[in-house]
């Protein structure tokens, strides 16, 4: 993408995957006897066709609001700080994103929360600050046809703001139909890996992240 004011281009690679042949898992780096970790370094530990970063963290490198794995649940509260308005989730009906109010711990097997939610029933959800800012941007979401969508915008310099991506994931020119969209952690944190057969992508941040979300084959 191209914007003219300010002028320079923008690569946002954004991968696609059906639910009934890949699942996503929620990873977190100490599962590798790690305090944190790139994407790739995730994707080859855990045996993953591809990953993503994924909710905030702190200065020390621990992870921020509700955040479950499948071996155990890492933090119980789900924060009500207005930024992290959004979860995702796997459940038996297979992956999900939601918004927080509508979220039952119970339900998934693994969940993260995360940052703001910005689409919800396919319909843009208010943005509190920000929403024009342009920023190096992750994102994770579903489709109509129930597939995962996860995006990296590549580049150290510019971005997308949210009300882009809002933009570009329901008009639809682009044809990407998505229904829930949630935005993860960008900045630095902001990483992608995919290998499938000799498809090769690495769009590295410049940060380790303590928790990803990885793809895997589904076993029959």
Do not use: C
């Not at 920000?130 to 971005?159: C, F, H, N, Q």
């Amino acid at each position: 993408m191209e914007r003219s004011e300010p002028g320079y281009e923008v690569e946002f690679k954004l991968l696609r995957v059906d639910s009934q042949i890949i699942v996503p898992r929620v990873l977190s780096a100490d599962s590798f006897q790690l305090k944190s970790a790139n994407a790739k370094t995730f994707a080859e530990k855990a045996g993953a066709i591809a990953a993503i970063n994924a909710n905030y963290f702190d200065e020390k490198g621990r992870p921020l609001a509700y955040l479950k794995t499948a071996d155990k649940e890492i933090n119980r509260v789900i924060s009500k700080h207005r930024l992290y308005t959004g979860v995702f989730g796997v459940a038996e009906s297979g992956p999900f994103v939601t918004h927080r109010d509508e979220f039952e711990p119970g339900q998934a097997s693994a969940a993260l929360q995360s940052g703001p939610l910005l689409l919800h029933h396919s319909a843009p959800v208010e943005i509190m600050s920000g929403p024009g800012r342009y920023a190096r941007r992750s994102i994770i979401g579903t489709d109509k046809e129930r597939r995962v969508l996860i995006g990296v915008t590549d580049g150290v310099i510019g971005g997308l703001s949210f009300a882009e991506l809002q933009e570009l994931f329901t008009q639809p020119k682009w044809q990407l139909n998505a229904v829930e969209l949630l935005n993860l952690d960008g900045g630095g944190s902001a990483q992608l890996y995919v290998k499938s057969g000799k498809f090769e992508e690495w769009l590295p941040g410049t940060a380790e992240v303590p928790v990803a979300i990885g793809f895997f084959y589904r076993k029959n």
